[in-house]
């Protein structure tokens, strides 16, 4: 199956600080990628749609300037997380498809801010 | 009433049980249909795609019945590395939406 990596897998950093996470697509162009947020015991909770060359959609209640969203190719998005608080410790997770298909997921990026 | 909903179990069964889940989709419209594992602090993968007519792969049995607008998941022969959260996922729609939306999972929890 498509292989999607992500990096840094794990992240600490200090409250005011940003943190950038990449989320690529190793074996097939994504026209599409997805940012997850998913906090202990939740459900995955859809952050925004990465498309190719265009501007992110985002979901009601996330921040667009707080979480900058780049996706400059068919393989790579890029997902920063501005001056991060506490509250914005969690497990991101990327995933990317073709239209219609199924989703492949990043291994996720365990973010902890202190 | 959420797009999709699951019953978050957890569920508690003994090795070699059968164990059924289901997943219930508010619109109508929808395209495809998925059930993905997730693993504690991992991410979730992809167990099968979910087929009009039905399908199977080894132990497990995924059904879509689009008259009640649900899909289920259906595990024999449970074994201890079956526990684990089990999400379902649709997508498409009205307008061509390829937005997948995800239930919270449902917990299995095999024991000996």
């Known amino acids: 199956g498509a292989v999607v990596s992500q990096h840094p897998s794990r992240v600490i950093c200090k409250s005011g600080t940003s943190v950038k996470i990449e989320c690529r697509s190793l074996?097939?162009?994504?026209?599409?990628m997805f940012w997850y947020r998913q906090f202990p015991k939740q459900s995955l909770m859809l952050m925004a749609t990465?498309?190719?060359?265009?501007?992110?959609?985002?979901e009601q209640g996330v921040e667009k300037d707080k979480f900058l969203i780049n996706h400059a190719s068919l393989t790579l998005s890029t997902l920063t997380v501005t001056s991060a608080h506490p509250e914005d410790s969690s497990f991101y997770i990327c995933?990317?498809?073709?239209?219609?298909?199924?989703?492949?997921f990043g291994p996720g990026t365990r973010l902890t801010v202190t | 009433r959420k797009e999709v909903e699951q019953d978050p179990g957890p569920f508690n069964v003994p090795e070699g049980a059968t164990v059924a889940f289901n997943c219930t989709y508010s619109?109508?419209?929808?395209?495809?249909f998925f059930w993905y594992r997730q693993d504690c602090r991992k991410e979730p993968k992809l167990l099968m795609s979910?087929?009009?007519s039905g399908n199977e792969d080894g132990r497990f049995t995924a059904q879509l019945n689009r008259a009640s607008q649900y899909i289920s998941l259906l595990i024999r022969d449970s074994k201890l590395s079956d526990s684990a959260t089990y999400l379902c996922?649709?997508?498409?729609?009205?307008?061509?939406?390829?937005?997948?939306?995800f239930g919270r999972g449902t917990s299995l929890i095999v024991h000996p």
């Open positions: 995933s990317a498809s073709k239209p219609g298909y199924e989703q492949y």
């Open positions: 074996d097939f162009q994504a026209t599409t």
């Open positions: 990465s498309n190719e060359g265009s501007k992110a959609t985002y």
């Open positions: 619109n109508s419209a929808s395209q495809s």
């Open positions: 979910v087929y009009s």
């Open positions: 996922a649709v997508n498409g729609g009205a307008g061509g939406s390829y937005i997948p939306t």
